[in-house]
């Protein structure tokens, strides 16, 4: 902190140093780029892990927070904010330092109107064509399509004999002028085709609907013979606004969305969340609490690498056995065990502002053994399987190289930043609940290709059960619920808060006014940096490997359009 | 390799337990916890609504019904559900001040339209009074309510008389400080 204010003096406007681990600074717009720069070279800050837009309507101001830490040289996360007018909203771009700035930027651009100078591409990239210019995130929003008449689709033919369904404006509003003027860009069928330089060169379309992942999202690969030149993906087919709908929500209601935004890692969702709030109201679970956390954390990391993992093999046409099902009947055990304890098979909503909903069953951790004990055996077996079959070998070995420089870069996080020979893992970095206690290691490979990364999944698993055994043994008696105030209200203020998701770094931001309701969520996912690492991983590489290569990142639609 | 495969094959075929259930003869065993339909005790809920409030998509109604406990539970308004929305996140069972409302292992919920899938209290009902309860327990209530009826008339006009005296009082020292 001090070694910022006096390299820059004056451009420090406000600072808060909330633990050892986190650290508020408030910055001259002006002085953005150069702070940045700053850290990032001279304090070893080399992992942009995101922004978030907060508009602060009352104040007449845009807040941008820039969130910044380090792969392992130290454990500091620095929230960054500058503040800009609201009238003419414009911060200078972080794109030029860190090349995953590009999404984070792109969508508080389409979200809320606030310019980035020196953006390369500032188009929307969860929104549809029609939203953009109604910033939908700013407060004054009104929803959409508010504007609107009872004729909502129109139906229109164009001129490539594409039928189209559009909601349009009334014609007495843009008379009028109430209608914002759409910002020009060139579409995302513009803007790949521009990239067609020879005949010999094609477009492939993979998606919307393609089985690689659970989710809609659409990957254009421009395609010489066999190659792939360059990648294009669109994604937000399914965006539904989670962040938005948090807040109009109660804090406690909010929760039941958090699960929603991806099934597989439902329980860490709502552990970042609960983390975030529970920082906000200034609590600490009781320990037996948190030991319940971490045994279903872990139980949901075995159950989403085990699912991940399945799936992918099958993609692969994985011969003479069938893991997909193999690993489904694992899971089942899993997803049985986390039944008994939270009621639910996927959307747990189990954990609790300063606690969990409900105690583990009596016998749990002798149900849970045999089953731990049998998942180790078969996981063993699976890793033993892969490695001795030569086709899996041949297809996975070698193929989507992410070397360590490049992961880091990129802003992967999870077990691909892992599998990069990057030993980076939030239950290390930043660490929660019991983690401190608990002896596990992290799990890294040198190769970076996508067989490290299904290797290292596999290893994680046997992390996991290595983990819960010892919670078995710990778990202390007590209570499991820390008392809460009468109405779940937290003084104003702001916390960030993250965990190791089974895909990696998942983080909330949560913003409090002092209401019932959350001034602003944020929510930064793994998946999110994964997909937008895949166009330069899949550059260069043959057309049968994409499914390879983008399998084995085990991404998920549905948290990247939360 | 493929004699590795086959062995490991072998081995799960012979060793994992059921894979397959003939599913609606043999149902799964659901644990003590599951959240299924839910389970209102009529017979206890008192009709405060911190269900209807809590619940993050608006899916609990309250609706009059008729077997619940009218002393505890004055305007007969239980919880209606409409599984159409429910999402089974449990929240308005941890907010029911009396614990009437559980969720039960039941989980199939397939109508034929809409309003078939909208449970009233009767369905999710699994405690209720009969009718010679009710007409008991509402005739108490009646009493009850008259005697309490009485009680506050009687209230009124002790209030009414003290009141009476204070003015009095109050008119009388009026009257002297006037006369002083
Ligand atoms: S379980 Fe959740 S969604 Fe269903 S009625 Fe209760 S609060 Fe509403
Ligand atoms: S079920 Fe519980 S929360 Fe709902 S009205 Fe009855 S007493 Fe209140």
Same mark, same amino acid.
């Given at each position: 902190?001090?070694?910022?204010?006096?390299?820059?003096?004056?451009?420090?406007?406000?600072?808060?140093?909330?633990?050892?681990?986190?650290?508020?600074?408030?910055?001259?717009?002006?002085?953005?780029?150069?702070?940045?720069?700053?850290?990032?070279?001279?304090?070893?800050?080399?992992?942009?892990?995101?922004?978030?837009?907060?508009?602060?309507?009352?104040?007449?101001?845009?807040?941008?927070?820039?969130?910044?830490?380090?792969?392992?040289?130290?454990?500091?996360?620095?929230?960054?904010?500058?503040?800009?007018?609201?009238?003419?909203?414009?911060?200078?771009?972080?794109?030029?330092?860190?090349?995953?700035?590009?999404?984070?930027?792109?969508?508080?651009?389409?979200?809320?109107?606030?310019?980035?100078?020196?953006?390369?591409?500032?188009?929307?990239?969860?929104?549809?064509?029609?939203?953009?210019?109604?910033?939908?995130?700013?407060?004054?929003?009104?929803?959409?399509?508010?504007?609107?008449?009872?004729?909502?689709?129109?139906?229109?033919?164009?001129?490539?004999?594409?039928?189209?369904?559009?909601?349009?404006?009334?014609?007495?509003?843009?008379?009028?002028?109430?209608?914002?003027?759409?910002?020009?860009?060139?579409?995302?069928?513009?803007?790949?085709?521009?990239?067609?330089?020879?005949?010999?060169?094609?477009?492939?379309?993979?998606?919307?609907?393609?089985?690689?992942?659970?989710?809609?999202?659409?990957?254009?690969?421009?395609?010489?013979?066999?190659?792939?030149?360059?990648?294009?993906?669109?994604?937000?087919?399914?965006?539904?606004?989670?962040?938005?709908?948090?807040?109009?929500?109660?804090?406690?209601?909010?929760? %039941? $969305?958090?699960?929603?935004?991806?099934?597989? /890692?439902? +329980? !860490?969702?709502?552990?970042?969340?609960? #983390?975030? =709030?529970?920082?906000?109201?200034?609590?600490?679970?009781?320990?037996?609490?948190?030991?319940?956390?971490?045994?279903?954390?872990?139980?949901?990391?075995?159950?989403?690498?085990?699912?991940?993992?399945?799936?992918?093999?099958?993609?692969?046409?994985?011969?003479?056995?069938?893991?997909?099902?193999?690993?489904?009947?694992?899971?089942?055990?899993? %997803? $049985?065990?986390?039944?008994?304890?939270?009621? /639910?098979? +996927? !959307?747990?909503?189990?954990?609790?502002? #300063?606690? =969990?909903?409900?105690?583990?069953?009596?016998?749990?951790?002798?149900?849970?053994?045999?089953?731990?004990?049998?998942?180790?055996?078969?996981?063993?077996?699976?890793?033993?399987?892969?490695?001795?079959?030569?086709?899996?070998?041949?297809?996975?070995?070698?193929?989507?190289?992410?070397?360590?420089?490049?992961?880091?870069?990129?802003?992967?996080?999870?077990?691909?930043?892992?599998?990069?020979?990057?030993?980076?893992?939030?239950?290390?970095?930043?660490?929660?609940?019991?983690?401190?206690?608990?002896?596990?290691?992290?799990?890294?490979?040198?190769?970076?290709?996508?067989?490290?990364?299904?290797?290292?999944?596999?290893?994680?698993?046997?992390?996991?059960?290595?983990?819960?055994?010892?919670?078995?043994?710990?778990?202390?008696?007590?209570?499991?619920?820390?008392?809460?105030?009468?109405?779940?209200?937290?003084?104003?203020?702001?916390?960030?808060?993250?965990?190791?998701?089974?895909?990696?770094?998942?983080?909330?931001?949560?913003?409090?006014?002092?209401?019932?309701?959350?001034?602003?969520?944020?929510?930064?996912?793994?998946?999110?940096?994964?997909?937008?690492?895949?166009?330069?991983?899949?550059?260069?590489?043959?057309?049968?490997?994409?499914?390879?290569?983008?399998?084995?990142?085990?991404?998920?639609?549905?948290?990247?359009?939360? | 390799?493929?004699?590795?495969?086959?062995?490991?094959?072998?081995?799960?075929?012979?060793?994992?337990?059921?894979?397959?259930?003939?599913?609606?003869?043999?149902?799964?065993?659901?644990?003590?916890?599951?959240?299924?339909?839910?389970?209102?005790?009529?017979?206890?809920?008192?009709?405060?609504?911190?269900?209807?409030?809590?619940?993050?998509?608006?899916?609990?109604?309250?609706?009059?019904?008729?077997?619940?406990?009218?002393?505890?539970?004055?305007?007969?308004?239980?919880?209606?559900?409409?599984?159409?929305?429910?999402?089974?996140?449990?929240?308005?069972?941890?907010?029911?001040?009396?614990?009437?409302?559980?969720?039960?292992?039941?989980?199939?919920?397939?109508?034929?339209?809409?309003?078939?899938?909208?449970?009233?209290?009767?369905?999710?009902?699994?405690?209720?009074?009969?009718?010679?309860?009710?007409?008991?327990?509402?005739?108490?209530?009646?009493?009850?309510?008259?005697?309490?009826?009485?009680?506050?008339?009687?209230?009124?006009?002790?209030?009414?008389?003290?009141?009476?005296?204070?003015?009095?009082?109050?008119?009388?020292?009026?009257?002297?400080?006037?006369?002083?």
């Amino acid at each position: 902190m001090s070694a910022i204010q006096s390299a820059f003096p004056g451009s420090v406007l406000e600072s808060r140093v909330e633990s050892d681990r986190r650290l508020w600074i408030t910055v001259d717009p002006k002085k953005l780029v150069e702070i940045t720069q700053f850290l990032r070279d001279k304090k070893d800050f080399d992992h942009y892990s995101g922004a978030a837009g907060v508009d602060r309507i009352n104040d007449n101001l845009f807040e941008v927070v820039e969130i910044l830490t380090s792969h392992g040289a130290h454990q500091v996360v620095v929230l960054m904010k500058v503040k800009i007018p609201r009238d003419k909203p414009s911060v200078r771009s972080l794109t030029g330092l860190y090349w995953n700035a590009n999404w984070y930027e792109r969508e508080i651009w389409e979200m809320y109107g606030i310019n980035f100078e020196g953006h390369p591409e500032l188009y929307p990239l969860l929104l549809p064509d029609e939203l953009v210019g109604y910033w939908p995130w700013r407060k004054d929003f009104k929803g959409y399509p508010d504007t609107t008449t009872g004729e909502r689709a129109i139906e229109q033919v164009g001129p490539d004999g594409y039928t189209e369904f559009k909601i349009m404006p009334h014609p007495e509003l843009i008379k009028a002028g109430v209608v914002p003027e759409r910002p020009k860009y060139p579409t995302f069928r513009e803007r790949e085709e521009a990239e067609i330089k020879s005949d010999s060169e094609m477009i492939m379309h993979m998606g919307p609907q393609h089985a690689i992942v659970p989710g809609p999202f659409l990957l254009d690969l421009l395609i010489e013979g066999e190659r792939v030149k360059k990648a294009f993906l669109d994604v937000g087919y399914i965006h539904k606004g989670i962040e938005k709908i948090m807040e109009n929500r109660t804090y406690l209601q909010g929760l %039941v $969305y958090t699960d929603r935004m991806c099934y597989l /890692a439902s +329980i !860490t969702n709502n552990e970042a969340y609960c #983390g975030a =709030v529970e920082k906000l109201l200034g609590i600490t679970p009781p320990e037996r609490a948190q030991y319940i956390r971490v045994i279903l954390a872990e139980l949901s990391r075995i159950q989403s690498h085990l699912l991940g993992t399945g799936e992918f093999l099958t993609l692969l046409g994985a011969a003479t056995y069938s893991p997909f099902q193999y690993m489904i009947i694992d899971r089942e055990d899993i %997803v $049985y065990l986390m039944e008994s304890v939270t009621g /639910a098979r +996927i !959307t747990h909503t189990f954990v609790r502002f #300063g606690g =969990v909903r409900n105690d583990l069953p009596d016998g749990f951790a002798d149900k849970a053994r045999p089953i731990l004990k049998r998942m180790r055996e078969r996981t063993e077996e699976y890793m033993d399987l892969l490695h001795s079959d030569p086709i899996y070998t041949r297809r996975m070995r070698g193929i989507g190289v992410l070397s360590p420089g490049d992961a880091r870069r990129l802003g992967v996080s999870g077990p691909p930043l892992r599998a990069s020979d990057t030993p980076y893992d939030m239950r290390r970095e930043d660490p929660i609940l019991v983690y401190p206690d608990l002896d596990f290691k992290v799990v890294t490979r040198k190769a970076g290709d996508a067989e490290a990364r299904v290797e290292v999944r596999l290893e994680e698993i046997l992390e996991s059960i290595h983990i819960i055994e010892q919670c078995l043994d710990q778990i202390p008696e007590g209570p499991i619920q820390e008392k809460l105030p009468k109405k779940i209200k937290p003084e104003p203020g702001e916390a960030y808060y993250r965990v190791e998701d089974p895909r990696g770094e998942m983080g909330f931001y949560v913003v409090s006014d002092g209401s019932e309701k959350p001034y602003r969520v944020k929510v930064r996912g793994p998946v999110y940096a994964y997909m937008q690492a895949l166009p330069p991983l899949l550059e260069g590489a043959y057309v049968a490997d994409v499914v390879a290569i983008a399998g084995s990142m085990d991404a998920c639609t549905s948290e990247v359009d939360r | 390799m493929v004699l590795k495969s086959l062995k490991y094959t072998l081995k799960t075929a012979l060793t994992t337990t059921e894979v397959t259930r003939l599913y609606p003869e043999v149902m799964m065993e659901l644990p003590a916890n599951e959240r299924g339909i839910h389970e209102l005790d009529a017979t206890t809920c008192i009709g405060c609504g911190s269900c209807a409030r809590i619940c993050p998509n608006s899916c609990i109604e309250m609706v009059p019904y008729r077997y619940g406990n009218p002393l505890k539970n004055r305007k007969m308004q239980f919880p209606q559900i409409d599984y159409g929305r429910c999402t089974f996140c449990g929240l308005c069972v941890d907010e029911c001040p009396v614990s009437c409302l559980k969720m039960g292992k039941t989980t199939e919920i397939a109508g034929w339209d809409r309003k078939d899938i909208v449970y009233g209290p009767d369905r999710i009902a699994v405690k209720k009074f009969s009718e010679k309860e009710v007409a008991e327990l509402e005739a108490e209530a009646k009493r009850q309510a008259e005697e309490k009826k009485k009680a506050a008339a009687a209230a009124a006009k002790e209030k009414a008389a003290k009141a009476k005296g204070k003015e009095n009082k109050a008119k009388a020292k009026l009257g002297e400080g006037g006369e002083a």
